[in-house]
């Protein structure tokens, strides 16, 4: 064999070596921001109804098919929480007669089905659910008191109809009459979460979300007007939006932070100017997207 060929070998399976040094290096590289990224740094707990679904048209017809009537939509959310689905001054009394315990399971069984049937979660709200759920660093889901027969499975079908990935959600309680919803949330309180999230529409929620030490973004077009939020919650008025698209963008831009990067930053790439001599270019160039064996060749 030639020294000229002996060289040109040599030169080849030097390059083989350094390539395959930065193959590891970037595989490690990318280990460790894959290690990095899949920590659950933030928590995003939703409220359904009156949040992410207007339950209000599904509560009134269901409770006018039984002849009772909860009233206007206004009034709905200007009562206190046990009474709005009981009706106020002017429905309360005709409302408790009409209400037996037979009746209050065939009632539940028409909510379950207006449910499956016909609820829908907030078109401006499913692109940036379905981001969040797909985000390795957002522990994403719902915790809401609902009262269709199985609210599990209610509340996911109805996430998977609008378009929403309930599948590879991280978790939907359902909460039992008499359970609060502070003591849930506190539950999930953890020290691995940087920050922790609930968005909802009502008093109770900022109430409880607060107490739970989480930071709170409330909807004022759900079961709580403005008004009430302000006057009877004290919820802060900086806090408060008016309809889904005001507070989608605000939700984004708290989850924002939290965006995955889609690659690692760019290693230097090793020159070989001769055998057994390796320079590191200055301008750290991108490493090719080609194995070593195919750039040794080259």
Same mark, same amino acid.
Request: glycine content about 8%; hydrophobic content about 40%.
């Given at each position: ?8 070998r040599a ?11 930065h ?37 009134r017809?269901t ?21 709005k689905?009981?009706g106020?001054?002017? %429905?309360? $009394?005709t ?15 028409r +909510? !379950?089905? /207006? ?17 969040m ?17 199985d ?11 609008s378009g929403?990935?309930?599948?590879e959600l ?6 039992p ?27 109770g ?6 107490a739970?030490?989480?930071d709170?973004?409330?909807?004022s077009?759900?079961?709580d007007?403005? %008004?009430? $939020?302000i006057?009877k ?13 005001? +507070? !989608?963008? /605000? ?7 939290y965006e ?9 790439v090793?020159e ?9 270019s ?5 490493y090719?997207a080609?194995?070593?064996v ?5």
């Amino acid at each position: 064999m030639s020294v000229k060929s002996t060289l040109t070998r040599a030169k080849r399976l030097s390059k083989i070596v350094i390539l395959m040094t930065h193959d590891t290096a970037n595989i490690r590289a990318q280990e460790r921001w894959t290690s990095a990224e899949m920590k659950k740094r933030l928590l995003v707990v939703l409220d359904f109804d009156g949040f992410l679904v207007n339950s209000y048209a599904i509560i009134r017809d269901t409770m006018d098919a039984f002849g009772l009537d909860i009233g206007d939509e206004l009034r709905f959310k200007n009562r206190r929480k046990f009474l709005k689905y009981f009706g106020g001054g002017k %429905e309360l $009394l005709t409302n408790l007669v009409g209400f037996t315990l037979p009746k209050t399971r065939k009632l539940r069984e028409r +909510l !379950t089905q /207006a449910y499956l049937e016909s609820a829908r979660v907030h078109p401006e709200y499913i692109n940036l659910l379905n981001e969040m759920i797909a985000n390795p660093q957002i522990h994403c889901g719902v915790v809401s008191r609902n009262y269709a027969l199985d609210p599990g499975p209610t509340i996911r079908t109805v996430l998977g109809r609008s378009g929403i990935d309930e599948a590879e959600l991280d978790f939907v309680i359902p909460l039992p009459v008499g359970v609060k919803k502070g003591e849930v949330l506190a539950g999930m309180r953890s020290s691995r979460y940087s920050e922790m999230l609930l968005a909802a529409d009502e008093i109770g929620d900022y109430t409880a979300g607060s107490a739970a030490g989480y930071d709170c973004l409330i909807g004022s077009y759900g079961f709580d007007t403005r %008004e009430r $939020l302000i006057v009877k919650g004290e919820v802060p008025e900086h806090i408060i939006y008016d309809d889904p698209v005001a +507070l !989608t963008a /605000a939700l984004g831009a708290r989850v924002a932070p939290y965006e995955v990067r889609s690659s690692v930053a760019p290693l230097p790439v090793a020159e070989s100017g001769f055998p057994g001599i390796v320079r590191v270019s200055p301008k750290g160039a991108r490493y090719p997207a080609k194995s070593a064996v195919q750039l040794a060749h080259e």
